[in-house]
Every structure is written in C-alpha cells, then in structure tokens.
C-alpha cells in the first residue's frame, strides 16, 4: 500500500526518468498559416509534419461549406445521433462515405481512433483470435485488449509467420481477425494486402483494415489501399477516418449494411459519443466529393515522395523504399531523433522527432510527411538542410 503523496512522487520519478531518456514530451503552441507553413515559438517554419495529404484542411471550398453550415446549425450536436436523431448532414456524409466506397453503407464515429476501437469491441469476441501486426496503430492495440480475445502479434509484414500462426492456432477458436494498418503511419510500409486476403480465404478468417492514411491517396478516386490492390470486400472490413487526407475530423467504418447495423447496435464508441458537429460533417462531404477528382494531386504527391526518398538514400539517410509520402529518417536513438529534428528547426524546418512508445525501442525517426501543396523546391531546401 502506497499514500497519496508515494503516488505523486512516483509519477515525478517517472517523468524525469523519460526526461533522461529523451522520451520527456511537451505541448508546443503552433498556428499553421498554410498547408506547409507554421508559426512555432514565434518563428514562421517549413514543416513536414501534418497528416492533410491532399492539403483539403485548406480547400476554399471545404472551409466555404464548413462556414455556411456553422452560421446556419447549432455549434455541436448536443447529442449522440441515436438520441436526438441522425441531422441532414449526418446523413449526407454516411451517404457520401458508401458512395466513395462503393459499399451498402456507412457510419461516422467521432474519431479514426473510435471507429477503430468500436468495430473491434463489437465484433470480436473472448472465443476468438486476433492476429496483429507489430507495427499496427495505438487504436488497434487496444481494440484488441478490449475484445478480449487471445492475441498474437507477427513480425511487421511477415505473412510467412502469420500463415504459421493460423495454421497452429485457427482451429481452437470460434473466429480468426488479421488485423493491419493498410499504410503505416510512422514507416510509410504498405500492408502485404494480397498475402494477407490469400491466407485468410485459406483459413476462413476475416481482415481488419485500417486505411486512415491510405484514404483519399491511393487507389481509384483516392479510395485507398484496398481499392488499389482490388482487395475482396467479403474478406476485408475497411475502417477510416476523416482527418488525414479529408482534412476533417471524425472516422467512419465502410461496408455492408448488415454490419454497419450490428456496430449501430454494439460500437460503444458510437452509441456513447456525441455526434460530430454538423459543419464538421457538411464539410467532410464536400471533401469527400471534391478529392475524388483530385488525380493529378496524388500523382504529384506521389512522385515528390518517391524523388525524395531516393535523395536521401543517395546522401547516406536511412530511410524505407515504399513511395508513400510518410518519409522516414532512421536515427540511433531518441536522443539523435531530437539533435536532428532541432537541427532543422534552427534552420526553419519542422520534422517531428518520432521516439517510443510511438515507434519501437530501436525504430527512432524524424518523420516527413509531404502532401500535395509542397513543392519541389520545398524538397530541395529540406534535402539541403538535412546535407
């Protein structure tokens, strides 16, 4: 037994402990000016550091609607939607979102990370396996220990273990999940999509697909990773959010209707939620409606993100050989992933340093993440500063 006062001692070891480690972290006041511009500390910076692929947080068309709707709707929903009922642009996204995708139908939680931990509480249960992959997203993880169903995690993107897995362990459950995030956040891995959907027809399992960062980049009208390898959707579950190449907030969950049914019924992220603000939502639509279109940009952001990494091989970085516009720069250790990332902030870049418990012990990193407003030279002077 330990008093009030042991409690908060501990935690004051504990923080300076991480201070040690380089792991300390702090809120810094920031107010982006542009899609690649942001004011920190009072210094006006380049930055690499946002997740708005398509640069729609900054769309004149989507901040117009987001506008309109503010000025004629409540500011919040003031309720969750099975309470006060699904308002007109609810109902409007979740049509938009199954249309995107081309499913029976939709929901909209109040976050990527919601949707992700909902859909895996509902649907997994204790008499099940889950099969996750080392490198999966926060949400994942924990939808896993809210299933409460035994756990296996495989080596990142080793299909080889994975197939080991089921084969040894598939037998003793009532249902099997393969769970992956479709593009890494931190790496800028793509999931093995094709392996993963093969083994699960073999093993009559069922894949989990996070495509928060795949969304709205990849695949036919910017619909994703699973589009874009064609993936069958009566093995996948797609879930995705609104934040990232949407330039909104919330996250949704596509697919048939008997699912989106059974989550309205068990996803206690959603039942329990207020619904998203009904500018929110409006403007998520019209991002949806407009980046379908948007070919040109992806094009572009997806050459930039190739040229860079090859740049920075080229000049002894570390880096990954996906071409996604996440760009990791592997360091050493949590303490060089700082000097570096302050490196170029005194330089007037911002590259985030990425240490633990984001990524693993031995996987630190500054992470680039471009999106479809920078431009060449914008490469050129972050090449030039890392140089």
């Known amino acids: ?15 300076q402990h991480r201070e040690d480690q380089g792991l300390r972290r702090f ?6 000016s542009s899609p690649t511009r942001t004011l920190r500390q009072g210094k006006s910076l380049l930055h690499f550091a946002s997740n708005d692929y398509l640069a729609m947080a900054w769309n004149p068309e989507v901040r117009r609607e987001f506008t309109q709707f503010a000025a004629q709707n409540s500011l919040g929903a003031t309720a969750s939607p099975l309470i006060l009922g699904a308002s007109e642009p609810y109902v409007h996204l979740v049509d938009s979102i199954a249309q995107w995708h081309q499913t029976e139908s939709a929901l909209v939680f109040p976050s990527g990370y919601a949707a992700n931990l909902g859909t895996l509480q509902a649907l997994v249960s204790p008499d099940d396996l889950v099969l996750s992959d080392t490198l999966n997203h926060a ?24 197939g080991q897995l089921l084969s040894n362990f598939r037998h003793r459950f009532r249902m099997a999940y393969v769970l992956t995030d479709t593009l890494f956040s931190m790496d800028g891995h793509i999931a093995p999509i094709p392996q993963i959907e093969s083994l699960c027809r073999e093993f009559n ?7 928060a960062h795949a969304s709205g980049v990849f695949g036919q009208h910017g619909r994703g990773l699973l589009d874009a390898y064609r993936a069958d959707p009566s093995v996948w579950i797609k879930i995705g959010t609104l934040s990232k190449a949407i330039g909104c907030t919330g996250g949704y969950v596509a697919g048939t209707q008997l699912l989106c049914d059974t989550l309205l019924h068990r996803a206690r992220p959603l039942i329990f939620s207020t619904a998203l603000p009904p500018a929110v939502l409006a403007a998520a639509a019209r991002s949806i409606q407009i980046l379908q279109s948007m070919d040109d940009q992806r094009h572009k952001l997806l050459h930039m993100s190739a040229y860079l990494r090859k740049e920075l091989a080229l000049r002894g970085f570390r880096t990954s050989s996906d071409s996604t516009p996440i760009i990791p720069v592997y360091v050493d250790d949590p303490h060089e992933a700082l000097r570096l990332s302050k490196k170029l902030l005194d330089q007037g870049i911002f590259v985030p340093a990425i240490r633990p418990p984001t990524v693993p012990p031995n996987g630190c990193l ?22």
């Open 27 to 32: 809120l810094v006041p920031c107010r982006p």
């Open 366 to 387: 500054i992470r680039i993440s471009l999106n479809a407003a920078h431009t060449p030279e914008d490469c050129q002077q972050l090449l030039d500063a890392l140089e």
């Open 139 to 162: 949400c994942l993880i924990d939808g896993c220990r809210l299933s409460k169903a035994t756990i296996k995690v495989f080596p990142h993107r080793d299909t080889q273990t994975l």
């Open 205 to 211: 399992a069922l894949a989990i697909a996070d495509e």
């Open 1 to 15: 037994m330990i008093t009030p006062m042991d409690l908060w001692s501990s935690l004051s070891e504990d923080l």
